[in-house]
């Protein structure tokens, strides 16, 4: 196993999470559209917006009441 050294000892991680440091957003964004489309159907940008920064099962919850039972969730999500 190798070990990295740094100059100086780390004191702290920053985790970018929500869009800080890089333009996270507009990637997701990108992609939710392009996936719901290639399924057939249109989605909205207040749909695409309403799934940024709410947890996985949440956002999930908000396709399906948006579609209805008939959109294949199961394609989707993988």
Known sequence: MST????????AV?????????????????????VVEELGYAVSEELCHSLIGVPGSQ?????RAYFG??????????
Do not use: N, W
């Open 69 to 78: 039972p008939a959109f294949p969730f199961a394609d989707y999500r993988c």
């Open 14 to 34: 920053i985790l970018d999470m929500d869009g800080t440091l890089l333009d996270t957003e507009a990637v997701f964004l990108a992609g939710v559209r392009q």
């Open 4 to 11: 990295m050294s740094l100059p100086h000892e780390m004191k």
């Open 59 to 63: 956002g999930d919850k908000h396709v």
